[in-house]
């Protein structure tokens, strides 16, 4: 072998080796890690380093495909963390060195992950994620799933309430990919110390399928206290749902598919109704082979009643016995300053109607108008007040009012302490006016 041969053979002029760590080069502390090393079939002997110092040697094993060797780490701890490399000696010479592994032990309090405006992202969109937590970390790490290192680091800043947080630009999305994200927080004097992983966010991509439909059990206005579930419907054989709350800093709600009579659904058990429940919510179907979404549900408006301090009246002009084609006028008015009123009839499925109320004669009212009647307007109503700074927080409801329209049978049945038992199929459409 000439003289310049071996030369450049000391110097490294074979492959590099690859490095990497199983199951992942973020490792919880204490957990159990292993840092492959594979070199090529002439490979001999495998080095490894950390930052620049050698920490073991050992040669490949014969069963071992690959002429890869594997260095445990039982117990992880800070003190494993940091950059690794590793090369290899053959027969003929030195390789290069590996590109650099970085691992991270992580162990303090978890950040917050959330995404801004929200979770839900048109197919070439793009979204901004908030990592933020209380202990003032100096930097934040966003890994995406799937990717072995970071998708981006960036410093932190103050955010309100004495937290910080950084902000990452996220996209453009496509629904080809699925985009889950966690982050994680760190020192700047411990740069591989980092803390406990956020939650998963998955940002769902929307693309062009057939949207689902959305509908409440107990229709949409409820009672503190009572049990709630949202119903997901498509005649689309969607194997996984998604439910989200308009503004919620929460991710969506995933379920799988529960087929019903014909249709394949996912109900969503939201549990006891509490004021923090009501808002705009819409569905997603889903298909398992595919990270992509549907078009999202029509949105279904929760309504929570008994949030305000004072109970609106009903009352109806010019009585309520009427005759099929009549003007029929309802009332509603209150004592309390409220700039919203709703009206709901008992067992319909159209969302309660909203008119903004006016100041007359000492009260706040509202009407609402059938002009002409029909039978089909026949049954029970009731009314609700509401301000437009949270519109999903309703009074309790006014004293059920039982229109009779000629055909049926006659009179007014004021049911004391009636419950709204919210829209369900058939309702009719009113028209309200203000005068």
């Known amino acids: 072998m000439t003289p310049n041969l071996t030369a450049l053979l000391l110097l490294g002029t ?129 890994m995406k799933e799937g990717e072995p290192r970071p998708s981006s680091t960036l410093d932190s800043q103050r955010h309100t309430g004495g937290h910080v947080q950084a902000l990452f630009p996220v996209g453009p999305v496509t629904p080809r990919l699925k985009w889950t994200f966690r982050c994680y927080g760190y020192y700047s004097d411990t740069p591989w110390m980092w803390s406990l992983s956020s939650d998963p966010l998955e940002l769902l991509v929307l693309g062009a399928s057939r949207k689902p439909s959305l509908l409440a059990q107990q229709g949409p206005v409820v009672s503190p206290g009572q049990h709630l579930t949202l119903q997901c419907r498509s005649d689309v054989s969607y194997d996984r749902f998604a439910l989200y709350k308009e503004g919620s800093r929460d991710p969506p709600l995933h379920r799988g598919r529960h087929p019903q009579a014909g249709l394949s659904g996912a109900d969503f058990s939201l549990g ?59 009332l509603c008015r209150s004592l309390s300053s409220v700039d919203t009123f709703l009206l709901s009839k008992e067992g319909a499925a159209n969302r309660p109607l909203r008119r903004r109320s006016k100041y007359r004669a000492g009260q706040h009212q509202a009407k609402f108008s059938m002009s002409p009647v029909t039978s089909a307007q026949g049954g029970t109503y009731r009314c609700y007040g509401s301000h437009s700074t949270s519109p999903y927080l309703l009074s309790p409801p006014s004293e059920p009012l039982e229109l009779q329209v000629s055909g049926e049978e006659l009179g007014f049945h004021p049911r004391k302490g009636g419950k709204s038992r919210g829209l369900h199929p058939g309702a009719p459409i009113l028209q309200s006016q203000q005068r």
């Open 272 to 330: 006891p109704v509490s004021p923090s429940l009501g808002g705009r919510y819409s569905c997603y179907g889903g298909h398992n082979l595919s990270p992509e979404w549907s078009v999202p549900s029509e949105p279904l408006d929760i309504l929570v009643a008994g949030q305000l301090p004072s109970t609106p009246s009903l009352s109806v002009q010019p009585g309520p016995t009427v005759t099929s084609g009549e003007n029929v006028t309802l």
């Open 14 to 142: 074979l492959s590099k080796p690859t490095i990497w760590a199983e199951p992942g080069s973020v490792v919880p502390w204490g957990t159990p890690v292993t840092i492959c090393c594979q070199g090529t079939l002439e490979a001999q002997m495998l080095y490894l380093y950390k930052e620049g110092h050698l920490v073991t040697r050992d040669r490949p094993k014969p069963l071992e495909p690959g002429n890869k060797v594997k260095f445990p780490i039982t117990f992880m701890t800070e003190q494993y963390a940091g950059w690794y490399r590793c090369h290899y000696r053959s027969p003929t010479g030195w390789s290069e060195h590996s590109d650099p592994l970085e691992l991270v032990v992580t162990g303090v309090s978890k950040p917050s992950l959330s995404a801004m405006p929200s979770p839900i992202v048109t197919s070439g969109g793009t979204v901004t994620l908030q990592c933020g937590s209380r202990m003032r970390f100096h930097r934040f790490v966003l």
